[in-house]
C-alpha cells in the first residue's frame, strides 16, 4: 500500500506530517511512502535524509494524490486538487469538520474516506494519537514565551544591592493542556501565576502546578463528558467578569487559551477590563483563529490598547515547526497503525472500534 503527503500551503502552515523518523516505521509495516519534492526543506529536513529511509520524492503532487491509498495531512488540501482524489482513498489530517463541513461532506458523498483527528474520543488508547494534546502542549509553551519576550520587565524577582525587582503576575485564562503547559512554563521562569476556568476540575492541576485557582462559582456544571468546557450561562459569565475585573488590574501578563470544540471563541477580556489594566501589559490570545477571548484580539496583529499590547497569530505552531512537526507524525503513525490490519497488510475501517468511529467523517 500507498502513502502520500504533499506539501501544505507554506503561507498558513510550516508542520509537516511526516518525518524522516516515521517514514522507517511505515516501512516496517510495509508501506510505500511518497512526498512532494523539498517536502521538508523549509524546517532544515532535506529530501536526501528522507530517501535515506526509504521514502520516494516525486516532482508532481498531482501524481501522489492520484496514486496513494492514504494521503496524510495537516489540514485540507487545496480545492484545485480535491478532485484528483478518488474512490476508496483514506485522506487523514486535522481537517476542522466545523469550518470545512461543505467540503468534507461532499468528499464523504464521493465515497473518499476522510478522518479528522481533532475528533479522536479522550480515552486511554488514543492518547498516542492525540493531536490536540500534543501541539496544545507546544502552544502554551510557546504562548508563554512570545509573550515575556514583549514584557518590557524581568519575570522572576530578583534581589539586588539597588532593590528588589518583583516577580511578574500571569493570569493564564482556560487550564486545558494549553493552560497548564502555560502554566507550568511561567512557574519555571520564576513568575506568579493565577489560572482560571469553568471546570471545577482544573483547581487540583492549576495547583499542582503551583498555580493559584481563581473560583467562579458554578464552575462544577461546566465540563462535559469528554472532558471540553462548556458554553457558560449568561449568569456565568457575569460572576466571571467580576472577578477577573478586579484580578486584572493587578496582572502583568495574560495567556488565553478558551476554547470550545466547534463554537467561536468565547469573548472572556472585555474592553473595559483591558483599560483597566496597568500600562505595559501583555495578552498573548492562543484563541485568535477561532475568533479570540478579548474584544480587540485581531489575527496576526499586535494591538495596542492604552499601554497594553494584545497578540494573536493565525499558527503560533509555526514558530516551532520542527517540534511540532516531530510530535504530530507520531501521532499520525499511531493512528494509521490502528487502521492497519497486521494479518491481512490491508487497512480495516473498523466502526466497532470507538477511534476509527468518532473520528471519521460521516454523511
Same mark, same amino acid.
Given at each position: 500500500m500507498?502513502?502520500?503527503?504533499?506539501?501544505?500551503?507554506?503561507?498558513?502552515?510550516k508542520?509537516?506530517?511526516?518525518?524522516p523518523?516515521?517514514?522507517?516505521?511505515?516501512s516496517?509495516l *510495509?508501506?510505500?511512502?511518497?512526498? +512532494?519534492?523539498?517536502?521538508?526543506?523549509h524546517?532544515?529536513?532535506?529530501?536526501e535524509?528522507?530517501?535515506?529511509? *526509504?521514502a =520516494?520524492?516525486?516532482?508532481?503532487?498531482?501524481?501522489i494524490?492520484?496514486?496513494?491509498?492514504?494521503?496524510?495531512?495537516?489540514?485540507?488540501i487545496?480545492?484545485?486538487? @480535491? %478532485?484528483?482524489?478518488?474512490q476508496?482513498?483514506i485522506? @487523514?489530517g486535522?481537517?476542522? %469538520?466545523?469550518?470545512n #463541513?461543505?467540503k468534507?461532506?461532499?468528499?464523504?458523498?464521493?465515497?473518499?474516506n476522510?478522518? +479528522?483527528?481533532e475528533?479522536?474520543?479522550?480515552? &486511554?488508547r /488514543?492518547?498516542?494519537?492525540d493531536?490536540?494534546?500534543?501541539q496544545?502542549?507546544?502552544?502554551?509553551?510557546? !504562548?508563554?514565551?512570545?509573550a515575556? &519576550?514583549?514584557?518590557?520587565? /524581568?519575570? %522572576?524577582?530578583?534581589? &539586588?544591592?539597588?532593590?528588589?525587582?518583583?516577580?511578574?503576575?500571569?493570569?493564564?485564562? *482556560?487550564a486545558?493542556?494549553? *493552560?497548564l503547559?502555560?502554566?507550568?512554563?511561567?512557574k519555571?521562569?520564576? !513568575?506568579?501565576?493565577?489560572a482560571t476556568?469553568?471546570?471545577?476540575?482544573s483547581?487540583?492541576?492549576?495547583?499542582?502546578?503551583?498555580?493559584?485557582?481563581?473560583?467562579?462559582?458554578?464552575?462544577?456544571?461546566?465540563? &462535559?463528558?469528554?472532558?471540553? !468546557?462548556?458554553?457558560?450561562?449568561?449568569?456565568?459569565?457575569?460572576?466571571?467578569? $467580576?472577578?477577573?475585573?478586579?484580578?486584572?488590574? =493587578?496582572?502583568?501578563?495574560?495567556?488565553?487559551?478558551?476554547?470550545? %470544540?466547534?463554537?467561536?471563541?468565547?469573548?472572556?477580556?472585555?474592553?473595559?477590563?483591558?483599560?483597566?489594566?496597568?500600562?505595559?501589559?501583555?495578552?498573548?490570545?492562543l484563541?485568535?483563529?477561532q475568533?479570540g477571548?478579548t /474584544?480587540l484580539?485581531?489575527v496576526?496583529k499586535? @494591538?495596542?490598547? #492604552?499601554?497594553?499590547k494584545?497578540m494573536g $497569530?493565525?499558527?503560533?505552531l509555526?514558530?516551532?515547526p520542527?517540534?511540532?512537526s516531530n510530535?504530530?507524525?507520531?501521532?499520525?503513525?499511531n493512528?494509521?497503525?490502528?487502521?492497519f490490519?497486521?494479518?491481512?497488510?490491508?487497512i480495516?475501517i473498523?466502526?466497532?472500534?470507538?477511534?476509527? $468511529? =468518532?473520528?471519521?467523517?460521516?454523511n
Amino acid at each position: 500500500m500507498k502513502i502520500g503527503s504533499i506539501l501544505e500551503n507554506q503561507n498558513l502552515e510550516k508542520r509537516v506530517s511526516v518525518t524522516p523518523e516515521i517514514v522507517k516505521k511505515y516501512s516496517s509495516l *510495509g508501506f510505500e511512502i511518497f512526498l +512532494s519534492k523539498n517536502y521538508g526543506n523549509h524546517i532544515g529536513i532535506n529530501d536526501e535524509e528522507y530517501t535515506s529511509q *526509504g521514502a =520516494k520524492i516525486l516532482e508532481n503532487e498531482n501524481d501522489i494524490l492520484k496514486n496513494s491509498d492514504l494521503i496524510v495531512q495537516l489540514g485540507l488540501i487545496s480545492d484545485e486538487k @480535491i %478532485p484528483l482524489l478518488r474512490q476508496n482513498q483514506i485522506l @487523514i489530517g486535522t481537517l476542522n %469538520p466545523y469550518l470545512n #463541513n461543505e467540503k468534507l461532506q461532499n468528499l464523504t458523498r464521493d465515497k473518499i474516506n476522510v478522518f +479528522s483527528l481533532e475528533l479522536l474520543p479522550r480515552i &486511554t488508547r /488514543a492518547q498516542s494519537m492525540d493531536i490536540l494534546s500534543s501541539q496544545a502542549n507546544l502552544a502554551g509553551y510557546k !504562548a508563554v514565551i512570545e509573550a515575556f &519576550t514583549n514584557f518590557k520587565k /524581568a519575570i %522572576p524577582m530578583m534581589m &539586588t544591592a539597588a532593590g528588589t525587582i518583583p516577580a511578574a503576575k500571569v493570569l493564564v485564562v *482556560g487550564a486545558g493542556v494549553a *493552560g497548564l503547559q502555560a502554566i507550568a512554563t511561567a512557574k519555571r521562569m520564576g !513568575a506568579i501565576v493565577f489560572a482560571t476556568d469553568v471546570r471545577m476540575a482544573s483547581k487540583e492541576q492549576v495547583e499542582s502546578l503551583g498555580g493559584k485557582f481563581l473560583t467562579v462559582e458554578g464552575s462544577e456544571n461546566l465540563e &462535559t463528558e469528554g472532558g471540553y !468546557a462548556k458554553e457558560t450561562s449568561d449568569d456565568f459569565k457575569l460572576k466571571q467578569e $467580576e472577578l477577573l475585573s478586579e484580578t486584572l488590574k =493587578k496582572i502583568d501578563i495574560v495567556i488565553c487559551t478558551a476554547l470550545i %470544540p466547534g463554537k467561536k471563541a468565547p469573548v472572556i477580556i472585555k474592553n473595559n477590563m483591558i483599560n483597566n489594566m496597568q500600562s505595559g501589559s501583555v495578552i498573548y490570545d492562543l484563541a485568535a483563529i477561532q475568533g479570540g477571548n478579548t /474584544a480587540l484580539t485581531e489575527v496576526d496583529k499586535i @494591538i495596542e490598547n #492604552n499601554g497594553v499590547k494584545i497578540m494573536g $497569530e493565525t499558527n503560533i505552531l509555526n514558530r516551532l515547526p520542527v517540534s511540532a512537526s516531530n510530535l504530530y507524525s507520531k501521532n499520525m503513525f499511531n493512528f494509521v497503525d490502528n487502521l492497519f490490519d497486521k494479518k491481512t497488510k490491508k487497512i480495516n475501517i473498523n466502526l466497532e472500534d470507538e477511534i476509527i $468511529e =468518532k473520528t471519521l467523517i460521516k454523511n
